[in-house]
């Protein structure tokens, strides 16, 4: 017998401002360009929008990231 799986969806699960801002801090600690843009198209996507990724690439996320770190800064997330 084959096992059965689903597909997951990270947006299906960012569903309070708490929630979001976790996975958001959490990907801006890990500080991956990939993973930042994928984290803020899921978001817009969970807040119904269509997506972030066509905003702010995850190349001209990666020259931010860069660019603060040679300053001596990070890069967070936070509730406004």
Same mark, same amino acid.
């Given at each position: 017998? !084959? %096992? *059965?799986? =689903? &597909?997951?969806? /990270?947006?299906?699960? $960012?569903?309070? *401002?708490?929630?979001? $801002?976790?996975? %958001?801090?959490?990907?801006?600690?890990?500080?991956? &360009?990939? %993973?930042?843009?994928? /984290? %803020?198209?899921?978001? !817009?996507? !969970?807040?119904?929008?269509?997506?972030?990724?066509? =905003? =702010? &690439?995850?190349?001209?996320?990666?020259?931010?990231?860069?660019?603060? @770190?040679?300053?001596?800064?990070? =890069?967070? /997330? @936070?509730? /406004?």
């Amino acid at each position: 017998m !084959a %096992l *059965e799986t =689903l &597909p997951w969806d /990270a947006a299906d699960h $960012l569903d309070s *401002e708490a929630m979001i $801002l976790a996975y %958001l801090e959490a990907a801006f600690e890990d500080g991956d &360009p990939e %993973l930042i843009a994928t /984290a %803020l198209n899921n978001v !817009a996507r !969970a807040q119904g929008r269509n997506g972030a990724s066509d =905003l =702010l &690439p995850s190349a001209d996320i990666g020259t931010l990231i860069r660019t603060v @770190k040679s300053l001596g800064l990070e =890069l967070a /997330a @936070k509730a /406004a």
